[in-house]
């Protein structure tokens, strides 16, 4: 790679030591870029300012000041290059995300499913009367004196009794249709 006469490879070097910190300083500050990244973008620019001077395509300097300019627009440039790609890549990333969720709220949703249709088969193995007596307790919400009187028993107690035992019968039936 040949530079051109208007700009030796010492010029360069020295472009690059009195502006390098600032550069990078500017793209932390103005980006939000770490440290390490604004590094790496002021390097490319630096690269690509010295691909151009050693192709002869670099603008006319007039004035002094301007290499510096020229160069934080190179780096404004492959900053913001490097925010579309970050942006691009998180907004992959989110749909993913997204893809995923709804892969797993199906699963869940199917999961729910096995375990009613479970739970009815194991319902409908109990007998008669603890089905209906678990429908008016539960289901229903019947106070447990009108339960007793609807079906016959002593008291609430009884019922409660009752339920509890049609309760554990009825876990019993679902715990063994799952094994």
């Known amino acids: 790679m040949a530079i ?47 691909e151009r001077a050693a192709a002869g395509s670099l603008p006319s300097f007039e004035r002094a000041g301007l290499e510096k300019t020229y160069l934080f627009a190179i780096a404004k440039n492959k900053a913001r290059e490097q925010l579309r790609l970050r942006k691009r890549t998180t907004a992959l990333s989110e749909q993913a995300v997204g893809i995923q969720d709804e892969e797993q709220e199906r699963e869940a949703e199917a999961e729910k499913r096995s375990r009613i249709e479970l739970a009815s088969k194991a319902f409908a193995k109990l007998g008669e009367k603890c089905q209906q007596l678990l429908k008016l307790a539960i289901v229903f919400k019947t106070p447990m004196q009108d339960i007793a009187q609807q079906m016959d028993y002593e008291n609430a107690q009884t019922v409660k009794t009752r339920k509890y035992k049609c309760l554990q019968r009825l876990r019993t039936l679902y715990t063994q249709s799952t094994n």
């Open 4 to 50: 051109s006469s208007t700009y030796e490879l010492s010029t360069i070097k020295q472009l690059y030591i009195r502006h390098r910190v600032q550069l990078v300083q500017w793209l932390v500050k103005m980006y939000a870029f770490d440290p390490g990244e604004a590094t790496e973008l002021a390097q490319s620019a630096f690269a690509i300012f010295a």
